[in-house]
């Protein structure tokens, strides 16, 4: 009897990247093709190589005890750590062929309030930040130049500190009065911008910029409101963030928010407040602003949403209780990272990262374990 010959099978989440990369090279190649007609001979141009587009995710995936760093280039994982401690990647940055990679690994403490060593990887080679006696965070990066900018926070006593670390040194953006996180940073024209929250004389959270360390009150304290997310161009500033529309404490999906996008500090609400609803991510392309976040519905149901220049389109919503936490863009391409849960219910709930790329979606994890993606970075070269 002759034996079956063994078919392939493909992973669909590894057909998505294959279909990325080869409407990249169809679409070059359609372009390069097209020329005019006519009797004379031409000297042909030279052969032009396609662009090729890299997505990068960072996040954390668990391994049935403990959550491990990670990294996903194309979908494909790449863990930082070995699992025997909690950690967290937060941001992705890529300069040529170096990948850049910030988080916290726990030392002592949960996941959830940790004392961590905040932690750059390079090429998965790990630099502290801090030395893991104090609770910390690296929550975004940036590169310029030869120049590795980080921002987040270590506490002080009791007080949570804003920080920015310029190629491993850390600078206080705050002085420890009230409790403050930097979230976001980006660099454009040699100016260092950015996005957190701060505190005033009262209970409220301020939505703030700091450009070059001088710091901006976004709102003025009359309610809680953070600046999540921060994009610059040229001379002008993005950023995206939330305020608190009702008194009531800050119940996570039963308070009431708008999103805002404020544009050198000028806020334009994309949501009416009457619901819960957090901005994200932000990036910009000509006249274009993209927006991404999620928003309740009138039932309370989560629903991930994309806004082009003030407009919604909703990603996902319903059980899957999807939370996006990043925007990326590459020529006209939208892509969107977010948590969804495997279930909605009574039992332990695990998500799974999920990538969209123009509101096509595909898994990065299965379910199996809890994972959640946070930093997003497409990669053009």
């Not at 760093?69 to 401690?85: C, E, F, Q």
């Not at 965070?137 to 949570?160: H, K, P, Q, T, W």
């Amino acid at each position: 009897m002759e034996s079956a010959v063994p078919q392939a099978k493909i992973d669909p989440n590894q057909a998505f990247w294959i279909a990325l990369k080869a409407s990249v090279f169809i679409s070059m190649s359609a372009l390069l093709g097209c020329g005019g007609g006519g009797g004379d001979s031409q000297i042909s141009a030279p052969p032009q190589t396609p662009a090729i587009t890299d997505v990068y995710v960072a996040g954390t995936e668990s391994n049935g005890s403990r959550y491990v760093a990670k990294v996903w280039k194309n979908g494909i994982a790449t863990a930082l750590t070995d699992g025997t401690r909690n950690a967290t990647a937060y941001s992705v940055a890529v300069s040529g062929n170096d990948v850049y990679v910030v988080g916290d690994e726990v030392t002592v403490g949960t996941i959830y309030l940790p004392m961590s060593i905040s932690t750059v990887w390079k090429n998965g080679v790990a630099t502290s930040l801090t030395d893991g006696s104090k609770v910390s965070g690296a929550r975004s990066l940036v590169i310029s130049g030869n120049d590795v900018y980080v921002v987040g926070f270590e506490f002080s006593g009791m007080r949570e500190i804003a920080k920015v670390w310029k190629n491993g040194t850390s600078t206080a953006l705050s002085g420890g009065t009230h409790d403050a996180t930097a979230w976001s940073v980006a660099v454009s024209g040699g100016d260092i911008y950015i996005a957190g929250t701060g505190g005033n004389s009262g209970t409220h959270d301020i939505a703030m910029l700091w450009k070059n360390g001088v710091p901006t009150s976004l709102t003025d304290g009359t309610h809680n409101a953070q600046a999540l997310g921060i994009f610059a161009s040229g001379s002008d500033v993005y950023q995206i963030g939330q305020e608190q529309m009702d008194a009531s404490p800050q119940v996570l999906f039963d308070t009431k928010f708008a999103i805002k996008v404020w544009k050198n500090g000028i806020a334009t609400s994309l949501t009416d407040g009457t619901k819960f609803a957090y901005g994200t991510g932000i990036a910009v392309s000509g006249n274009d602003i993209y927006a991404a976040g999620v928003e309740a519905d009138i039932n309370g149901k989560l629903a991930a949403k994309v806004w082009k220049n003030g407009v919604a389109a909703a990603l996902v919503g319903g059980d899957q209780a999807p939370y996006v936490t990043a925007i990326g863009l590459s020529g006209n391409d939208v892509y969107v990272t977010a948590n969804e849960l495997t279930s909605f219910g009574p039992a332990i709930l695990n998500n799974f990262v999920k990538i969209w790329k123009n509101g096509v979606g595909v898994n990065l994890t299965d379910g199996a374990h809890d994972a959640s993606a946070y930093g997003l970075f497409i990669h053009t070269h």
